[in-house]
Every structure is written in structure tokens, then in C-alpha cells.
């Protein structure tokens, strides 16, 4: 019912900066909170940053000043934009939209899609 799709992943050196947009496709009533997490080897899933559709965000203490999440509510897609890059920014990065389907749901439910990769390294 609803797609998710991450893109802007890559290679970039220390201090670089990427992009990432993460789009919902397919049938739903509304998108409520947008998030990108992110997944090192090894390690759990972290929220890196939200945002509610209100524009209120919360940021990771290691990326704050760093990075920016937004939203275009019209194309229903979210951004990470992402600076000073360091290698422990590498990780695969996750998008989760939590929507209603139908204007009858009482609660949301959360779509995340396959992520996409990000390698900080000189």
C-alpha cells in the first residue's frame, strides 16, 4: 500500500557532503512523521533524525550541526542533507514513514524502505 524508496547514497571523503530523498509512493490517506535511521556493521539501528508533519525535528546528538532533515509535504518525500561527513557517519541508511492508509485508521503504521549505503573513507 505504501513504497518507499531511498536514493543519494555513495562514496564521499571525510568533510564531503551527500544528499539523501526518500519518496512514498502508492495508496494512503497521510504521512505523519518522516525518519532516516542507519545501520553500521555490528551495530543496532539509530534514529538519525525526524521529522513531524508540523516540520518539528530531532536530531542524534553526533549529527547535530551537521545535518538537516526536511520534507515536501506536496511530493511526499524526505531529505537528509548531510555535512562534514565523518567515517563514522558510514552506515546503511534507512527511511521510515509512518502513514494512515485510510482516513479510517485510528493509528499509523510504519513503511520503511531497503536502504542505502553510505561510506565516509579516503
Known amino acids: 500500500q505504501v513504497h518507499v524508496a531511498e536514493s543519494g547514497g555513495g562514496l564521499v571523503q571525510p568533510g564531503g557532503s551527500l544528499r539523501l530523498s526518500c519518496a512514498a509512493s502508492?495508496?494512503?490517506?497521510?504521512?505523519?512523521?518522516m525518519g532516516w535511521y542507519r545501520q553500521a556493521p555490528g551495530k543496532q539501528r539509530e534514529l538519525v533524525a525526524d521529522?513531524?508533519?508540523?516540520?518539528?525535528?530531532n536530531y542524534l546528538d553526533s549529527v547535530k550541526g551537521r545535518f538537516t532533515i526536511s520534507r515536501d509535504n506536496a511530493k511526499n518525500t524526505v531529505y537528509l542533507q548531510m555535512n562534514s561527513l565523518k567515517p563514522e557517519d558510514t552506515a546503511v541508511y534507512y527511511c521510515?514513514?509512518?502513514?494512515?492508509?485510510?482516513?479510517?485508521?485510528?493509528?499509523?503504521?510504519?513503511?520503511w524502505g531497503q536502504g542505502t549505503q553510505v561510506t565516509v573513507s579516503s
Open positions: 521510515k514513514m509512518a502513514a494512515r492508509v485510510t482516513v479510517l485508521d485510528t493509528r499509523t503504521s510504519d513503511y
Open positions: 502508492g495508496r494512503f490517506f497521510s504521512i505523519f512523521t
Open positions: 521529522i513531524s508533519s508540523g516540520g518539528s525535528t
